[in-house]
């Protein structure tokens, strides 16, 4: 008999909802976890960016006060050790939070490397282990790109970040990905002067036309340059800094900054975990898995930042459930469904995006029509002085059926819960009318959405009654 009869390599997110499910599902579960528990979104994620971009937009909001009639009197000055005290403080506070529930669990918690060896057996710092299943939540490190020079600059990381004890005077961001952007809002609202750098243009992945959007809005910051389309060719040291070579298009410029914050993403962690003595081989640094999570070895399943693919909070947590319970029953399994995957990037204004992307749309070669209104031209938006945002929702033209939606404003990162609590009941364009939109919210904005898209739907679709 094995000493588990599941193991969970990895104390994150992922790896506790796994460790609970197969605990919950009746097997005899341990939790192998390296470093210190709480996982990459309370320790240095999620949670401390919030945080610090809680300070930032504070500091942003005081210093526009004019135009609602409030005159603040004297300067409003950023003390960076006392908003990453804050951020620390509230860090230990979730930690305490998370171990709680971690040490009242019903799994084993090991602490240590966990690690395949040949035979079927698991080692965690010398001690031998069998298990009837895995599941790897190892989580993930940051990415790197590799740029000449690399060496001469001080490069941060998202991680590293959390532990600076006094902001860079001037910084390059590689990368506008949601890492990116965040922290790079959060510097130059803050004082740094920011220059930021990516190859495509924002949100290329989600919505190019709240990308362009969001982009000018960050013209509209003091402090806030962008290279976008561009590429860092080269860096050299100067002594007291960096000079970066930034080609955009024909033109090359030269831009001195302190530091480089590398922001390109994260990658799995799947470095030194024994895969070959299972048979797994990450490819473009992933682990292939099926809707259940289940790798191309029966018994292992992975979750999380560890698959390489979503890397998104809420997902993880259900990968987790879902890999943990199968590893513990091994059938019936239950399935992944993504079609409601969420993503939000905390800058303000927020950018949120549920279901399908128009890119994805047009690409599945399903009709779709859209649907959208801007913020600054509706009510409630125009009373909080919102200069920047548009929402657009996407139907299916055939059914009316709400297929996704994407939203750059004030509020997405709430706003978006509606259009993912219409898609879970396969909400369609005609029942929006017919809800109560209170006046003057920000939420009624769907009411103009609707409205558009009775323009472009089938008048069979747009003349339909919502159900009484």
């Known amino acids: 008999m094995p000493d588990y009869d599941v193991i969970v390599l990895g104390g994150g997110s992922a790896g506790t909802s796994a460790a609970r499910a197969a605990a919950e599902a009746g097997a005899k579960t341990a939790m192998v976890n390296d470093g210190e528990l709480g996982g990459l979104c309370i320790l240095r994620g999620c949670m401390p960016t919030k945080a610090m971009l809680a300070s930032a937009h504070a500091l942003h909001e005081a210093e526009h006060l004019d135009p609602f009639g409030v005159h603040l009197e004297g300067r409003v000055v950023p003390q ?25 669990a019903d799994y084993e918690l090991i602490k240590g490397r966990a690690r395949f060896t040949a035979g079927g057996t698991m080692q965690v710092d010398g001690r031998t282990l069998t298990t ?29 970040v959390m532990g600076l004890r006094s902001a860079p005077k001037s910084i390059v961001v590689q990368g506008a990905g949601a890492v990116g952007l965040e922290l790079a809002q959060f510097f130059a609202r803050i004082g740094t002067q920011v220059l930021m750098v990516n ?53 090359l410029r030269k831009h001195h900054a302190e530091a480089l914050l590398m922001a390109v993403g994260r990658e799995a962690a799947l470095g030194d975990l024994g895969l070959e003595h299972v048979g797994l081989q990450p490819e473009n640094g992933r682990l292939s898995h099926d809707a259940s999570m289940r790798t191309s070895k029966p018994d292992i399943f992975v979750a999380g930042d560890a698959t390489g693919c979503h890397q998104i909070l809420h997902l993880a947590n259900q990968e987790g459930r879902i890999a943990g319970y199968n590893a513990a029953v091994g059938g019936p399994e239950k399935k992944m469904d993504y079609r409601m995957k969420m993503s939000v990037i905390f800058t303000d204004p927020p ?45 299916d033209r055939e059914s009316g059926e709400i297929i996704g939606s994407a939203i750059l404003g ?59």
Not at 145 to 156: F, N, R
Not at 453 to 467: D, G, Y
Request: some cysteine; overall charge negative.
């Open 410 to 468: 004030p509020r997405a990162d709430d706003l978006i819960h509606l259009i993912s609590l219409m898609m879970h009941y396969h909400g369609q364009a005609q029942d929006i009318p017919g809800l109560p939109w209170y006046h003057p919210t920000l939420s009624e904005v769907m009411l103009n959405i609707a409205g558009d898209l009775a323009r472009s739907l089938p008048q069979s679709i747009a003349a339909c009654e919502p159900p009484a």
């Open 80 to 104: 960076f050790d006392r908003i990453m005290e804050r951020k620390n403080s509230q860090v230990q506070r979730f930690k305490r939070a998370k171990v709680a529930n971690i040490e009242a």
């Open 132 to 160: 009837g299943r895995s599941v790897i939540a190892t989580g993930s490190i940051p990415s790197m790109l590799p740029i000449p020079g690399l060496d001469q600059a001080t490069v941060l990381t998202s991680d590293k």
């Open 351 to 395: 950018f949120a995006q549920v279901g399908a992307t128009e890119a994805e749309a047009k690409e599945s070669g399903r009709a779709y029509a859209v649907g959208q209104a801007r913020f600054p031209e509706t009510g409630r938006a125009i009373t909080m002085e919102a200069k920047h945002g548009v929402w657009k929702v996407l139907v």
């Open 199 to 251: 190859r495509s243009p924002l949100l290329s992945h989600s919505d190019l036309e709240c990308g362009q959007e969001l982009r000018r809005a960050l013209e509209d910051e003091p402090r806030f340059d962008l290279a976008i389309p561009g590429k860092i060719e080269e860096i050299l040291g100067d002594g007291s800094g960096s000079i970066f070579k930034i080609r955009c298009g024909e033109n």
